[in-house]
Each structure stands twice: as structure tokens, then as C-alpha cells.
């Protein structure tokens, strides 16, 4: 019989499994789609016009070369989003470290570390900053956060370093909460 007073953990509520820290990274990409569509179309015209030009100064040759200049560029961009397609994603928990890797091929890597064990090691230039960090386990060692600035790399450091403590803390369990 319930009174309604008690607080119920369902059996997948395990204090082991809340996440203390979880980070999804991407590539900065300045320009979005939108953008992108004005950039083309303004070299297109650009492009087109000035051709339009040499054409008539009967340098036709130069508006294939303009055309090619306009898909060398489209091609460029076409890149650059395909490569913003990676992503790391880094879920700290009372139990475990996990790095989720995905290609921007889509290609999937994962590694899972025990927390206790886990050491955090960074490469830092005088001049530009935080270069790499890494994280360090039982001979283990990847690079993680590639993608940030030096800038970014010292607030995730922080971050990551905060929750890996929490977690060598081990998990609290609050019934009130």
C-alpha cells in the first residue's frame, strides 16, 4: 500500500549511470547554408559578367575558364561541409569514459575508459596556447577535442577535469532529488 510519500527509483535509475559531464564537439563552420548560397551566387555573377565582357572582346576562351573558376569554389565549399560532418561526443559518468568518434565519412571509433584511471595530459605552446590534449589510460593514449581553439581546449580541460574528479568521488545518492 502507498501512502504517495515515497520516492520511487525505477530499476534503470542507477546512480552509476547519470552523466556528470557530456560534451558533443563539431568543427566551427562560420558559414551556413544560407550563406554559402549567397557567396555562389555572387561569384556566379561576378564570374558570369566578367566573362560576358572578354566575350565580347572576343576572348571567349576566358568565360570556360570563369565557369571552371565558379565550380572549383562550389566544389570547395562542398568539401568543407562534407568535412563538418565529424563529430566527437565525451559522456563522463560515475563508472566510465566515453569517446564516440564519427568521421565525417561517417566511420565510427570508441573507447571507454574507467575514470580512476584516467589521466589527462595537454601539449602547450608558449605563444599560441593549448595545442592537444590527450587522454591517458593504461598505455592508452588518444587526442581528443581537435576541433577547438586554444582558447576553448582550456575551458573543456577545466570542465573534463571537474567532472573526472566527481567521478573518482563516486556516485551520491539523494533521495530528495
Known amino acids: 500500500m502507498s501512502t504517495g510519500n ?9 546512480p552509476r549511470d547519470e552523466q556528470i559531464f557530456s560534451a558533443l564537439l563539431t568543427p566551427h563552420r562560420s ?37 571552371l573558376d565558379v565550380l572549383v569554389i562550389w566544389w570547395a565549399f562542398k568539401a568543407n561541409f562534407r568535412a563538418a560532418r565529424a563529430r566527437e561526443e565525451i559522456v563522463v559518468t560515475s563508472s566510465e569514459l566515453r569517446v564516440r568518434r564519427v568521421s565525417h565519412r561517417g566511420q565510427v571509433a570508441e573507447w571507454t575508459f ?18 592537444h590534449l590527450y587522454l591517458i589510460s593504461r598505455g592508452h593514449q588518444i587526442q581528443i577535442a581537435r576541433f577547438l581553439g586554444p582558447e576553448e581546449k582550456a575551458s573543456f580541460y577545466k570542465g573534463l577535469v571537474e567532472a573526472l574528479n566527481a567521478a573518482r568521488r563516486g556516485p551520491t545518492y539523494n533521495p530528495v532529488t
Open 31 to 67: 558559414l551556413n547554408r544560407t550563406g554559402f548560397l549567397a557567396v555562389m551566387l555572387f561569384v556566379s555573377v561576378v564570374s558570369f559578367v566578367t566573362g560576358l565582357v572578354f566575350l565580347m572582346m572576343g576572348a571567349w576562351p576566358v568565360l570556360f575558364f570563369f565557369g
Open 6 to 14: 515515497e520516492i520511487e527509483r525505477s530499476a534503470s535509475a542507477d
Open 114 to 131: 574507467n575514470p580512476l584511471w584516467v589521466r589527462l595530459d595537454m601539449e602547450i605552446d608558449e605563444d599560441f596556447g593549448i595545442e
